[in-house]
Nanobody, 124 residues
Framework: QVQLVESGGGLVQAGDSLTLTCSASDVSFNGYGMGWFRQVPGKERELVAAITRSGRTERYADSVQGRFSISRPNAGTVVILQMDNLKVEDTAVYYC?????????????????WGQGTQVTVSS
């Protein structure tokens, strides 16, 4: 059964902005750390951004630092990824994921619940 659903992907030009939304199906997700990951063909999934259940701590991949921002309003079940100044190399399928472990982590292995993904394509 679907528990996390991503939306907001699309085709944009380099320099544009895009907002991705992750919606959880159950209120229990407001007690989990959340993350956004991305994957391109032939490569492993990589962390884009992560946020604690409180929303007070954020972590970002070096490649998106200063351009992307993760948030979870009211420490709730919706997690937002605001992407500004998009680059061609940001093109990927973006996945929302949940970490049910009480210790905040940015490790891929720590996230065990995943959405279906949303495609982001950045053209030059």
């Amino acid at each position: 059964q679907v528990q996390l659903v991503e939306s907001g992907g699309g085709l944009v030009q380099a320099g544009d902005s895009l907002t991705l939304t992750c919606s959880a199906s159950d209120v229990s997700f407001n007690g989990y750390g959340m993350g956004w990951f991305r994957q391109v063909p032939g490569k492993e999934r990589e962390l884009v951004a992560a946020i604690t259940r409180s929303g007070r701590t954020e972590r970002y991949a070096d490649s998106v630092q200063g351009r992307f921002s993760i948030s979870r309003p009211n420490a709730g079940t919706v997690v937002i990824l605001q992407m500004d100044n998009l680059k061609v190399e940001d093109t990927a399928v973006y996945y929302c994921a949940a970490d049910r472990d009480p210790i905040f982590s940015t490790r891929l292995e720590a996230f065990d619940t995943w959405g279906q993904g949303t495609q982001v394509t950045v053209s030059s």
